[in-house]
């Protein structure tokens, strides 16, 4: 079985502080993605990396950044949190060759910024 | 960017009854790729069914099956015979064939009345 694993269930920030959520996964996948999830909004794609070191920006890239230095972890990093940044985090990962290209999910981190 | 419409913020269902969750999507793609994803309450989103669009015959996975009317750009989804397990977020979501992109709709909230 896939797993993607994620560094936090629960986290609690003050604005201003940066902020590391970290994502693992253990199948190989070239893929990997970084979600917010908001009520009413849906999935919002923030940024997706389709190999080590190389970043794409999704539809809400501002205020974050990402790093890839391993194939197999894709960091989403707040430079400076803000309490608008107070979201559910979704990390996913897909093959690239794969038919259907399907994303497996993480659990999510649950970030909230004071 | 394509564009995926849940236009049932929240369904209900009775157990054991049928019910049937509504996708739109907007794309001026010939082929692509459709699926369901299920959110169960604070647990990890998994996958449900997918569809490619070339195949005329609808995707059907156990208890879960997909009416596509490719034409109407339409891709609901029917879960027969109702679980209390069945409770949970569900986003339809579209892929190009050429891309990684996911772009998810807003999702429908399922609630199963015992």
């Known amino acids: 079985d896939v797993k993607v694993t994620q560094s936090s269930r629960y986290l609690v920030k003050r604005t201003g502080e940066k902020v590391f959520l970290e994502c693992v996964q253990d199948?190989?996948?070239?893929?990997m993605f970084w979600y917010r999830q908001d009520p009413g909004l849906g999935l919002r794609l923030i940024y997706f990396?389709?190999?080590?070191?190389?970043?794409e920006k999704g539809d809400i890239p501002e205020g974050y950044s990402v790093s890839r230095e391993k194939k197999e972890r894709f960091s989403l990093i707040l430079e400076s949190a803000s309490t608008n940044q107070t979201s559910m985090y979704l990390c996913?990962?897909?093959?690239?060759?794969?038919?259907?290209?399907?994303?497996?999910f993480g659990p999510g981190t649950r970030l909230t910024v004071l | 960017a394509q564009t995926v419409t849940q236009s049932q913020p929240e369904m209900s269902v009775q157990e054991a009854e049928t019910v049937t969750l509504s996708c739109t999507y907007d794309?001026?793609?010939?082929?692509?790729?459709l699926f369901w994803y299920k959110q169960p309450p604070s647990r990890q989103m998994i996958l449900v069914i997918r569809?490619?669009?070339?195949?005329?015959q609808n995707a059907t996975e156990n208890r879960f099956s997909v009416n596509f009317q490719k034409a109407a750009k339409s891709f609901s989804l029917k879960i027969s015979d109702s679980q209390l397990g069945d409770a949970a977020m569900y986003f339809c979501?579209?892929?190009?064939?050429?891309?990684?992109?996911?772009?998810f709709g807003t999702g429908t909230s399922l609630t199963v009345i015992p």
């Open positions: 979501a579209y892929r190009s064939k050429t891309g990684n992109q996911f772009y």
């Open positions: 794309t001026s793609e010939s082929d692509y790729y």
């Open positions: 199948m190989d996948h070239e893929n």
């Open positions: 996913a990962s897909s093959l690239a060759t794969s038919e259907y290209n399907e994303q497996f």
């Open positions: 990396s389709y190999d080590v070191k190389m970043k």
């Open positions: 569809q490619e669009a070339y195949k005329q």
